[in-house]
């Protein structure tokens, strides 16, 4: 981890919806090579803040690099962004029309001017990085939840990013598929991809991630090393949101 310079600095940054504040003048930092976990209530602004990290969601207000790029500026080159920053959502969004090896090699080709050829490697070699080799031919129509997020993992490696966004990546998985994706990402981290998770599944939060924002209505009410996060928070509404949750393996 590279503690003096941040791939992901934002400063005093807002995101309203008409008169909603969902972001409220909040501050951070994410490191390279760092695991993030977002946690917090449903509404609280973790996805909002998710997607401001790619702008999918324009910021009203305060300062946001990423990557290097600043994510304010109007003149932003979108593509290469997301070049650079991949993202998982909680719907795996494949084509259901083509081929997981397809659907793996169509944005590298059509982005990245790859080859056919080398477009296809990418992707069995990621493909097999997930435990997919197999479901290369295979329709995503064929596969379970669990698989289909998988290769929607192995979709965003295939445009070789530096980060990655995870958006409740389990959330729409039956809970017998939930370890097998987060194993893949459990093996991300471990070699050193800079991640940042919004997710639910506090054990995967305590165990996986180095920090842990915990959002309260717009804000960052408490951050810090995972484990301290978990095992002892701070905060009455920390203290009360863990009360609530699932710390299922």
Do not use: W
């Not at 946001?64 to 969004?93: C, I, S, Y």
């Not at 506090?202 to 180095?210: E, L, P, T, V, W």
């Amino acid at each position: 981890m590279d503690v003096a310079h941040p791939v992901i600095a934002f400063e005093n940054l807002e995101k309203t919806f008409g008169t909603l504040k969902v972001l409220q003048g909040i501050s951070g930092q994410v490191y390279g090579g760092e695991v993030v976990a977002v946690i917090g209530s449903s509404g609280c602004g973790k996805s909002t803040l998710l997607r401001c990290f790619n702008r999918l969601e324009q910021v009203n207000g305060g300062k946001l690099l990423v990557n290097g790029h600043d994510l304010t500026n109007p003149a932003l080159d979108l593509n290469q962004l997301r070049t650079e920053v991949g993202m998982v959502f909680q719907q795996f969004n494949l084509f259901p029309h083509m081929t997981v090896l397809d659907n793996l090699t169509l944005a590298p080709r059509q982005v990245l001017n790859h080859t056919l050829s080398d477009s296809q490697a990418a992707a069995r070699r990621y493909l097999d990085k997930v435990g997919l080799l197999a479901k290369a031919e295979s329709y995503p129509d064929q596969l379970s939840g669990g698989q289909k997020q998988r290769v929607a993992i192995a979709r965003s490696l295939c445009m070789n990013p530096q980060i990655m966004l995870f958006d409740e990546p389990t959330s729409a998985l039956d809970p017998e598929l939930v370890g097998e994706v987060l194993q893949v990402m459990q093996t991300l981290a471990a070699e050193g991809m800079t991640m940042v998770i919004v997710t639910h599944e506090m054990a995967f939060a305590r165990d996986c991630a180095d920090r842990i924002f915990f959002l309260n209505q717009g804000r960052i009410e408490e951050e810090g090393p995972a484990r301290q996060v978990i095992n002892h928070p701070q905060s009455e509404r920390l203290q009360a949101f863990l009360r609530r949750m699932s710390f299922a393996a």
